[in-house]
């Protein structure tokens, strides 16, 4: 199966900086199906971007996805408020499935 | 609206079962091949199962396999997970999902919760 990595674990930044979030996989996949989200206690996961750069419906345009090989990177150009949660990678091209294990964005 | 909702979630003892239920709409069910992905509490996402359009092929995590069923009712728009030999570590939500055809993004339900306790 496809290993997911996420880096960093945790990220401590203000509002108003930039995040980047960064997922590498083991081997690459189909079409780029990789997603990512955002997830809250107590919510379920919230689609950010999928196909590795596409916006999700409603999603601001201060997130944004690219993709280098097999390295794909998630930007959040000002962090908002709202921002300040856990972001998971997924890869859907494959069977199975497989996530990320999660980097956290804290207030510093 | 397209849309996925689990239902079914509960508590139970180890060893219990249960069947969590997903319901579709607005879209044509039959069309589409379903996962299921858990979420443990305090844990990250994991894939549990996927079947087919048609049900004849069945796929599972090693975690769950021998004691989780995955089905579908294509008449009825529903997605199902039996659950059986439960153990405390399935406790978590549970998501069924899909991936649009189309724009090829991955569409979620909002979970139910399954707790197994003594």
């Known amino acids: 199966e496809i290993v997911l990595t996420q880096s960093p674990g945790t990220l401590s930044l203000s509002p108003g900086e930039r995040a980047i979030l960064s997922c590498r996989a083991s081997?690459?996949?189909?079409?780029?199906?990789l997603a990512w989200y955002h997830q809250k206690p107590g919510q379920a996961p919230r689609l950010l971007i999928y196909?590795?750069?596409s916006r999700a419906a409603g999603i601001p345009d201060r997130f944004s996805g690219s993709v280098s090989g097999t390295d794909f990177i998630l930007t959040i150009s000002r962090l908002e408020p709202e921002d300040f949660a856990v972001y998971y990678c997924q890869q859907y091209g494959a069977s199975p499935w497989t996530f990320g294990q999660g980097t956290k964005v804290e207030i510093k | 609206q397209e849309q996925l909702v689990e239902s079914g979630g509960g508590v139970v003892q180890p060893g219990g079962s249960l069947r969590l239920s997903c319901a579709a709409s607005g879209f044509t069910f039959s069309t589409y091949r379903f996962h299921w992905v858990r979420q443990a509490p305090g844990k990250g996402l994991e894939w549990v199962a996927l079947i087919s359009y048609d049900g004849n092929d069945k796929y599972y995590a090693d975690s769950v396999k021998g004691r989780f069923t995955i089905s579908r009712d294509n008449s009825k728009n529903t997605l199902y997970l039996q659950m059986d030999s439960l153990r405390v570590e399935d406790t978590a939500v549970y998501y069924c999902?899909?991936?649009?055809?189309?724009?090829?993004?991955?569409?979620w339900g909002q979970g139910t919760l399954l707790i197994v306790s003594p």
């Open positions: 081997q690459s996949f189909s079409s780029n199906y």
């Open positions: 196909g590795a750069s």
């Open positions: 999902a899909r991936v649009t055809i189309g724009s090829g993004s991955p569409s």
